[in-house]
């Protein structure tokens, strides 16, 4: 079963990432902040990372560089409501590009892709 650390601040978002993801067959890993992902990925072994960007405190950009600076082939989804972050060079270290939608098919499909 693949791990999947999912990184959103809003409570109701990740509680639906996880429910939908575990329903797909992976194991899930929620979390509220970068600094949080960080611990987690210490103690856990990830496979992939969905990661918003505008987090409280460490952004997800900077979490991003400390999450690859930690596991270097660990695969990366941003997921952002941000469109205007595809442009920023950091956020061309994770291996997608997601924005939210109310519909999560590209979302999972995007894991799937990478992880399986």
């Not at 949080?36 to 997800?60: C, H, P, Q, T």
């Not at 990366?76 to 920023?88: E, L």
Request: proline share 0%; hydrophobic share 45%; net charge negative.
């Amino acid at each position: 079963m693949k791990n999947v650390l999912v990184v959103e601040d809003e409570d109701s978002l990740r509680l639906l990432y996880k429910q939908e993801l575990v329903e797909d067959g992976y194991n899930v890993i929620a979390v509220d902040s970068g600094e949080d992902a960080l611990e987690r990925l210490d103690k856990n072994k990830i496979d992939l990372v969905v990661l918003d960007i505008r987090l409280g405190g460490m952004s997800g950009l900077e979490a991003l560089e400390g999450l690859l600076s930690k596991q270097r082939d660990l695969k990366v989804v941003i997921n952002t409501a941000y469109a205007n972050f595809k442009d920023d060079f950091s956020s061309w270290l994770a291996d997608a590009y997601v924005i939210k939608s109310a519909d999560l098919s590209e979302l999972k499909s995007t894991i799937h892709r990478l992880i399986n």
